[in-house]
């Protein structure tokens, strides 16, 4: 028996990186996957995720999206629906970061850039799914990645830190508006992570190394099992909460 036996999960950005390791390991344990992405192939290579699942005898299906379009995501929910015959599991990953660098030299259209992705993409991921977990009946679980720059300072990281604290606050407000109607919704706040994202594209992958307690950075498959928790029923009496997975750099 699968932790996620019977059920189906939407996960954004699923084709690389965090979100292939959650859409992966929520397969294993019996989801159902709608993985999304805006591409199929996985940036690090390999087997795209989908056929990656299909392979071992999963259900999934790639449904392109566009986090920043609110048409996209309500497509991309649809289609899930469609396969699946419902959608129990929302996990909002898609997001960018654009490097450090100082506040004098933040445009106006790359600040809106990351607001769109990792704000807007998780805002109304998280109303798309609400309203068809709600038209279900109630019930379900929703899950926002946000960040630890999303709860503490982080100096030339001002537009990704202002926008993964808004999804960190997200979570506890719907939380409380959800509530009622069976739905929990919580984040996850990852440190530094092996991604080709902080390895080769905005390499920060090592530079905090000092200052984390375990001396290393997170494994995208270390964040799958928090979200795999969240997902599960085994976190039944968990929403709004901002699970902290960091090797204990914020515990300083």
Same mark, same amino acid.
């Given at each position: 028996? +699968?932790?996620? =036996?019977?059920?189906?999960?939407?996960?954004?950005?699923?084709?690389?990186?965090?979100?292939?390791?959650?859409?992966?390991?929520?397969? &294993?344990?019996?989801?159902?996957?709608?993985?999304?992405?805006? &591409?199929?192939?996985? #940036?690090?290579?390999?087997?795209? %995720?989908?056929?990656?699942?299909?392979? &071992?005898?999963?259900?999934?299906?790639?449904?392109?999206?566009?986090?920043?379009?609110? =048409?996209?995501?309500?497509?991309?929910?649809?289609?899930?629906?469609? !396969?699946?015959?419902?959608?129990?599991?929302?996990?909002?990953?898609?997001? @960018?970061?654009? +490097? %450090?660098?100082?506040?004098?030299?933040?445009?106006? %259209?790359?600040?809106?850039?990351?607001? =769109? @992705?990792?704000?807007?993409?998780?805002?109304? +991921?998280?109303?798309?799914?609400? !309203?068809?977990?709600?038209?279900?009946? +109630?019930?379900?679980?929703?899950?926002?990645?946000?960040?630890?720059?999303?709860?503490?300072?982080?100096?030339?990281?001002?537009?990704? !830190?202002?926008?993964?604290?808004?999804?960190?606050?997200?979570?506890?407000?719907?939380?409380?508006?959800?509530?009622?109607?069976?739905? #929990? @919704?919580?984040?996850?706040?990852?440190?530094?992570?092996?991604? &080709?994202?902080?390895?080769?594209?905005?390499?920060?992958?090592?530079?905090?190394?000092?200052?984390?307690?375990? #001396?290393?950075?997170? #494994?995208? =498959?270390?964040?799958?099992?928090? !979200?795999?928790?969240?997902?599960?029923?085994?976190?039944?009496?968990?929403?709004?909460?901002?699970?902290?997975?960091?090797?204990?750099?914020?515990?300083?």
């Amino acid at each position: 028996m +699968g932790r996620l =036996d019977n059920k189906s999960a939407l996960v954004t950005g699923a084709a690389s990186g965090i979100g292939r390791a959650i859409a992966l390991k929520m397969a &294993r344990e019996g989801a159902a996957l709608a993985v999304a992405d805006i &591409r199929k192939d996985p #940036r690090e290579g390999g087997t795209p %995720t989908h056929e990656r699942i299909s392979a &071992r005898g999963g259900r999934s299906l790639f449904v392109e999206i566009d986090v920043s379009s609110v =048409d996209s995501i309500k497509s991309a929910v649809d289609k899930t629906v469609e !396969a699946f015959g419902s959608l129990d599991i929302m996990v909002n990953n898609a997001g @960018i970061f654009l +490097g %450090t660098r100082p506040l004098e030299d933040i445009s106006e %259209t790359a600040y809106q850039k990351v607001m =769109d @992705i990792n704000v807007k993409g998780a805002y109304f +991921g998280a109303k798309a799914a609400a !309203a068809q977990m709600k038209k279900q009946g +109630g019930g379900g679980a929703i899950i926002n990645m946000s960040s630890i720059a999303g709860l503490i300072g982080f100096e030339k990281a001002s537009d990704y !830190a202002v926008s993964k604290a808004a999804v960190a606050n997200l979570s506890r407000v719907l939380a409380l508006e959800l509530g009622p109607d069976g739905i #929990r @919704i919580n984040s996850i706040n990852p440190g530094v992570i092996e991604t &080709r994202m902080t390895q080769q594209d905005e390499p920060i992958s090592g530079t905090l190394n000092e200052k984390i307690p375990l #001396r290393r950075d997170g #494994r995208p =498959d270390e964040i799958a099992a928090a !979200a795999l928790f969240l997902a599960s029923d085994e976190s039944s009496y968990v929403t709004g909460h901002n699970l902290v997975v960091d090797g204990g750099y914020t515990a300083q």
